[in-house]
């Protein structure tokens, strides 16, 4: 039995985690959203699971097989995200923001397809809910993991949103590297945690990179 707990740290644990990125609706044919493919959050379920843990998998994305085991709700925009979310909140003890949330959504959703004229066309943006940042707020129990993809600084911004949004851990990439974030199949991280020193995680897959982020986030929390 002890060897049982050892091999699944996560046994009895439930994780949230999300994948892709959001689409924000113009009108019925068209949308905004940006280069993520969801590989990180996918590879996250999949070592989630293999830990043992119950996992819920938030996606935008129909690109990528469903890991067998885990818990799939689709969804397409922050708003959508969100509602997901936290609908499961309660009961999760870890919750994982891979996915890349729009910052902005068009602040009207045309009913009809909006069709051209000679002018030029002006899109009122409005801010989404910064999810990882309400959970932040909300928290009680649980672990919260978010990520940083930057192209710069990347050591101010990540232990910035570390502090902002109240996270556990932020996993920071630098997104302008070849080998690393949005549609690659490998990553580079690093892993900053309140009080304790960074960890880097040199390049390797991003099924790799999966599992020690969870290693990481299973030592901080003593399982
Ligand atoms: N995030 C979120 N909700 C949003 C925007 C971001 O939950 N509306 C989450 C992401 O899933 C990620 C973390 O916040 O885990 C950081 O996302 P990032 O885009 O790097 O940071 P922002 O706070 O949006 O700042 P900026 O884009 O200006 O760097
Ligand atoms: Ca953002």
């Known amino acids: 039995?002890?060897?049982?707990?050892?091999?699944?740290?996560?046994?009895?644990?439930?994780v949230i985690i999300t994948a892709g990125g959001t689409k924000e609706r113009i009108d019925p044919v068209?949308?905004?959203?940006?280069?993520?493919?969801?590989?990180?959050?996918?590879?996250?379920?999949?070592?989630?699971?293999?830990?043992?843990?119950?996992?819920?998998?938030?996606?935008?994305?129909?690109?990528?097989?469903?890991?067998?085991?885990?818990?799939?709700?689709?969804?397409?925009?922050?708003?959508?995200?969100?509602?997901?979310?936290f609908a499961k909140f309660n009961d999760s003890d870890i919750v994982i923001m891979a996915a890349a949330v729009s910052d902005y959504r068009p602040k009207t959703e045309a009913a009809y397809k909006i069709k051209k004229t000679n002018e030029d066309l002006t899109l009122i943006l409005e801010k989404t809910t910064d999810i990882l940042a309400r959970l932040g707020k909300e928290k009680k129990?649980?672990?919260?993991?978010?990520?940083?993809?930057?192209?710069?600084?990347?050591?101010?911004?990540?232990?910035?949103?570390?502090?902002?949004?109240?996270?556990?851990?932020?996993?920071?990439?630098?997104?302008s590297q070849a080998n690393a974030g949005f549609n690659k199949d490998t990553n580079e991280v690093i892993i900053y945690q309140p009080q304790l020193d960074p960890i880097h995680i040199s390049v390797r897959s991003k099924d790799a990179v999966a599992e020690e982020i969870l290693h990481a986030a299973i030592n901080t929390l003593n399982l």
């Open 1 to 14: 039995l002890v060897q049982q707990t050892k091999d699944l740290p996560l046994k009895g644990k439930s």
């Open 30 to 85: 068209r949308f905004i959203t940006n280069d993520s493919s969801g590989k990180m959050g996918y590879s996250l379920a999949k070592a989630a699971r293999n830990l043992g843990a119950q996992v819920t998998l938030i996606s935008t994305t129909n690109q990528l097989p469903i890991p067998f085991g885990v818990a799939f709700v689709p969804v397409q925009s922050a708003a959508e995200m969100e509602k997901a979310v």
């Open 141 to 175: 129990h649980q672990f919260l993991i978010g990520f940083a993809a930057e192209t710069n600084d990347v050591e101010t911004y990540a232990k910035d949103k570390l502090a902002r949004k109240n996270a556990n851990m932020i996993v920071a990439n630098d997104v």
